[in-house]
């Protein structure tokens, strides 16, 4: 896949998002403006480039699934919804537009993200074209990404920390990224694996791959922030120092967490070795992780 | 089912509610804790108690589903600590103990709502003794009972209508209840009957006592705010009046409502005949509305 078909892939989502809301059906048009709001507000949309691009390395053809990408991308949404609110992270801008409660109100933004997690469950459910053991099975891999064993949990983690001002060790850093952004990585990648009728052997590949890719992706993260450019990365470089958040710089040192990125990159690279060319986009996305600039 | 059995029932769902927590597996301890406290804080374990005896009434053993049961009360509890929130209703009371985020903060409070509802439904596709498709029918069921056409819609039109300080006509008030409160109702009911192998007549028989259930449970609890007893219902008598709230009582008359109440009751009744002594309980249980003082 190159940048034009990543390109049409972006469009293709974003169409499918906007359609899975069933405006028509709607209790409450305020709810699903604010909804509709945040999920349209842009963005990589990696997490659902995730599903597709796991179902292409299987041999199947990663668009046939878009609906289970569009569950993942609204399970993400939610999850910055919630984010920025005023008792957690406190943004009033993402991507450059206002974040959902500087518009709707806390109370609305809550209730958006509530709406768009519970949604999200509803649209894979509604797939019966899958076999419902398969159905099950990728429904199950979002609640474990999502849940308090998962991204939620990693959320808490994060959320005391910042509370207490308190540092993380490396160890706690894992886990807690692990968590927050690692865990829906992994339900993306083998959401979309599952789906494509992956064996468990490939299954597991992929399941390495997620788990180096999330980890790789945390990693450039914290190295951007330190030698990043303010206008590219769209927030103020050197934000996490000023807060004294723990980052893998921080904890060790931008060499170190330089050598890590690599690393991780090169495991996640061996990986996917058993697919050959049907992986070059998810072996040209992990490799982009180290010369990304924003 | 006596008072003897139904208190047995709710201890075995207080029991397997915290079972459900895996603790042991949590990455935030304090998350955990944070949803066991919400968990545990009592209450009549109505909507549990319902999905069992919606089984009991197709001629199933209302308690081989009790995880099905504690999902929904997850569902239910989510609901609680959001709908408890500063920027929602800012109560600091529930059941004379104190609210989720007077106790953990605003944010922990977030997020222990969404894990409860995340794990609702990682806890139900757990159950792998019940058939695929049956347990996609469920989960399906939650979704949608749970969803922006459901509960959450309903307290979007709820916090839009507390927010203008606006009156809400009786249609407005019947479609804000059947959403907050009326669709779990019917996602319990309708949860028990179809894990319990209800066929499509009886389903629909449930569903009918399902939604008048809801409405009778919500028109009483309305009466009740203008003529119970404070010590007894646990919020001072006659609150929704002094807060201008629209209530079945406001909008139609003390008379009328108790019609109301009493016509959608034997409405309910009606629907449970093709049940026998089956559904003596659900009878039972929906008449009981009519004569409750909290």
Redesign the interface.
């Known amino acids: 896949m190159d940048k034009t078909q990543w390109n049409e892939r972006i469009k293709l989502i974003e169409k499918a998002l906007v359609e899975e809301l ?1 405006e028509d ?4 048009p ?3 403006e604010s ?1 509709k709001y945040s999920l349209t507000a842009g963005g990589k949309r990696l997490r659902p480039i995730l599903v597709m691009a796991a179902a292409d390395a299987i041999g199947a053809k990663g668009t046939d699934f878009i609906h289970i990408a569009c569950a993942i991308e609204m399970i993400h949404t ?1 999850s910055l919804i ?1 984010d920025d ?4 992270d406190n943004d009033d801008y993402r991507r450059g537009k206002l974040t959902n409660h500087k518009v709707y ?7 958006a ?3 768009l ?3 999200a ?2 649209v894979t ?2 797939q019966d074209n899958l076999p ?2 398969v ?2 099975k990728v ?2 891999e ?3 990404g ?5 991204m ?6 994060d ?2 920390a910042e ?1 207490k001002q308190k540092s993380l060790s490396l160890e706690e850093l894992k ?1 807690m990224h692990a ?1 927050k952004t690692g865990a829906l990585f992994r339900a993306a990648i083998r959401s979309g694996a599952i789906v494509a009728g992956a064996s468990d052997e490939e299954l597991a590949a992929l399941t390495t791959y997620a788990d180096c890719f999330g980890l790789a992706f945390q990693i450039t993260d914290d190295i951007l922030d330190v030698i990043g450019d303010e206008a590219v990365i769209g927030k103020p470089v050197g934000s996490d120092e000023r807060n004294d958040k723990s980052t893998y710089v921080s904890l060790t040192s931008l060499d170190e967490a330089k050598k890590l990125a690599a690393d991780t990159v090169a495991e996640a690279v061996d990986a996917l070795e058993m697919f050959g060319d049907k992986a070059t986009f998810l072996r040209e996305l992990v490799e982009y992780l180290l010369k990304r600039n924003k």
């Open positions: 069933q059906k709607a209790l409450d305020t709810l699903c909804m939610y919630h609110l005023p008792a957690m109100g806390d109370g609305m933004a809550i209730l993200g509530d709406a997690l519970t949604q469950f509803e459910l509604r419902a053991d159905l099950l429904v199950r979002m609640s474990i999502a849940g308090p064993n998962g939620v949990g990693g959320q808490a983690i959320l005391e509370g886990k968590g």
